[in-house]
């Protein structure tokens, strides 16, 4: 069991920057690959960065030069630092874990482990 908990959501102008922090309850992420999601109404959850047990990281072309997925040395916090943002990426986002044995990258559907979620709100 992994238990994830976000922060750092908020509302911002569109230009503006974030950086969301996704903590796992008691554990490390050695054992995982992790990622961060997005969700809006209506449509369908989408992978915006990922991170593998190795360290290889894929990103959303949407979002490609915009976020910086990071995580601490220790790996108990994986951070999404977003820059230049734009009112498309508002969005719930959410954090998620899987074991290394069912990494899925940008697809949400083998992560078995989520966040609460944190709202992020870009206005133009």
């Not at 190795?54 to 915009?66: L, N, P, W």
Request: aromatic fraction near 12%; include cysteine.
């Amino acid at each position: 069991q992994v238990r994830l908990e976000e922060s750092g959501g908020g509302s911002v102008q569109s230009g503006g920057s974030l950086r969301l922090s996704c903590t796992a309850y008691r554990k490390t992420f050695n054992d995982y690959c992790v990622g961060w999601f997005r969700e809006v109404p209506g449509k369908e959850r989408e992978g915006v960065a990922s991170i593998d047990s190795e360290g290889s990281i894929d990103y959303a072309d949407s979002v490609k030069g915009r976020f910086t997925l990071s995580q601490d040395r220790a790996k108990t916090t994986l951070f999404l630092t977003m820059n230049n943002l734009k009112p498309e990426d508002t969005a719930m986002y959410y954090c998620a874990a899987v074991t290394v044995d069912y990494c899925g990258g940008l697809d949400p559907y083998p992560y078995n482990y989520w966040g609460q979620g944190t709202q992020v709100t870009v206005s133009a």
